[in-house]
C-alpha cells in the first residue's frame, strides 16, 4: 500500500512541477489545507478514491495509471474503509465482485491505465458463473471496446467460471474477433450484446419486442417496450458524443416477468451534455435531476422534445427500478420514490439500466370481427 501511495504522490509532485504549482496552489484547489496536502506529497498515507479523484480532476492529469509489465501499479480493488489495495501482476486485471459499484470503479481503473503491453487478461476467478447482470457485460464491452481500439489485445481467463459464461454463454469474442454487432447468446432468456447502431435503433428496437410478443408474452402489449428502448438507444447518439462505443444488453426472467435493460456508453456523460447546454455551475446530481424532467432537452438535435428519459420512467411499473449513472452522479427511480448520490470516482459515460414488469403489462387488443 505505502509503495501504491508513494508512486501516486510522486506523479503529482511531478504534475506539479509541470504546471509550475506550489503545494499553496495545491490546497487551494483541493479546498484544503497546505498541511494535508504536504502529508499526501509524503507519500505515507493511503490514499481513498475520492482522494484520488479529487486530485485527478484538480492537476487535470491521470494519475491511476502506468506500467502493466510493473506489478502492483495500474489496478485495484477497493478495500472496506475505501482506500486501494493493489491486485495486478504482470497483464493481468482481476475483477473481484459483481456488484456495480465495486465492478465500475475496476472499470474506470483500467480505462485511466497506461498501457504498455499489447495484451491485457481479464480474471473474473472471483465471481460466480451467473453472478453478472447486463449492466456488468454492457460495461464491459464497452470497456474492451475503447481498450481495443488502442491496440491492446485482450483475453478472458476462461479457468474461470465467470469468464467461461462470457465466452460460450454470451460469445462476447465473436463481437472483436469476427466484427459482428450482435450474435445470439446460447439462453433464449437473453437478448445478448448489440453494438448499438444509429440506422438501425427502431429496427432492434422493434425485433426485441416482437421477440418477447411472439415467444413468452403473446397476448401482451408491448409497444412500451421498444418505446422505451429506442429513447435509450437515441440517448447516446443524442448526447453521449460516444464515437460508436455503445452496447445494449437484455435478459428476461421467466418466472417473475421482469425484463432487465442495460444501455451503456462511454461518452462525455449525461451531467457534462447538461453543462454544455446550462453553464457549468450545475452539479451532477443536479443535472440528472434537470435530464429526468419532461420536456427538457439540451437540443442537441432538431427532433429532441425533452420525452425521452422520462418516456424510459413512464414505461417501468410502480415496482420496477429505473437507475441513471453517470459522470459522479447516480439516480435511482422507484415508482414516485427517487434517490440521489454522488460516486466517489467519474465513470465517464452513463449506464441507463431499468426493469420491466412485462407479466403486468395490459393485454393487447384483438380486432374483433361482427358477422
Sequence with gaps: MIRYSLAIASKVRRRMSELGWTQKQLAEALNCTQQHVSVLLNGRVNMTLETLSKLEDALDFCLIGGDLSNPGISEGRLRQDNSLEIGLYGNRFTFHSADIFDWLRSICLLRNADFSSGVLVLDFNSILRYALQPDNIATLACLIEEISRKGIKIEIDVKSPAGDSLLK????????????????ASDEHILNLWRIDKNEIELHSRRIAGYLAQRFF??????????????????VFDHANADGNAFCM?????????????????????????????GNDISDKNALCKAIETGFSVQSNSHNAGLGLSNIKNACSEYDTFRIISNRAEMIITGKEMQLSSMDYNFKGTLLSYELTLAKYDDAERDVIEW
Design 250 to 278: 437484455l435478459s428476461l426472467n421467466i418466472t417473475t416477468g421482469v425484463l432487465r435493460v442495460a444501455v451503456c456508453d462511454f461518452g462525455i456523460g449525461i451531467p457534462q451534455s447538461v453543462r454544455h447546454y446550462l
Design 169 to 184: 454463454d454470451y460469445r462476447i469474442g465473436e463481437y472483436w474477433d469476427l466484427g459482428v454487432n450482435y450474435t445470439p
Design 218 to 235: 403473446q397476448n401482451k402489449d408491448l409497444s412500451a417496450v421498444s418505446l422505451s428502448l429506442s429513447e435509450s438507444f437515441f440517448n
